[in-house]
């Protein structure tokens, strides 16, 4: 397969594209290295959803395309690759300053670069730039996009009360139990 990247550079935009053709949105592609391995994981999104089947589809897709291109393309020898295709989940990773736009007013979590991790609510996003309102500061913290190493939307589960029905003070009628013959 024919590509106009550099060699040695990693097939995002063509992952992307392989993602966008088969209709479902490529939320993310992380590459890593885990035990001498080359890990790729791409998230995957729908309107409806993700399954296993959509996983499959795009993985095979993908797989295809790595797996026809020249020995290496990547800068390294991808004899020992691995795949994981999934959907991102409720505590979604957050990739680029739009999915931060788009998840204004959630709860995050952040790892930064030079200090550590923290939670709050995403307030606001500039240019290069978002504001925070970490739990128990009363004014928002401001990070510049380029000092956040990762991010990733918080789950918070929702308890939500049920109405009972006042218990009555009238005594209850007892039911008078049958008699066997």
Known sequence: MQTSRPKGSFPREEIVRIVEDLGYECVGIQQTKENDRTVFRIFIDSLGGITIKDCETVSRK?????????????????????????????????????????????????????????????????????????????????????????GHLVFEFEVKQHAHKPKSDAPKKKKKKKRKP
Do not use: A, C
């Open 62 to 150: 993908v797989n295809l395309m790595i797996d026809t291109m020249e020995e290496g393309s990547f800068g390294e020898n991808l004899t020992n690759y691995f795949l994981e295709v999934s959907s991102p989940g409720v505590e979604r990773p957050l990739f680029t300053l739009q999915d931060y736009v788009r998840f204004l007013g959630k709860k995050v979590h952040l790892v930064l670069k030079e200090e550590g991790s923290l939670e709050g609510i995403l307030q606001s996003v500039e240019e290069e730039s978002l504001s925070l309102l970490v739990e128990g500061q009363e004014e928002p913290r401001i990070f510049s996009f380029e000092s956040i190493e990762k």
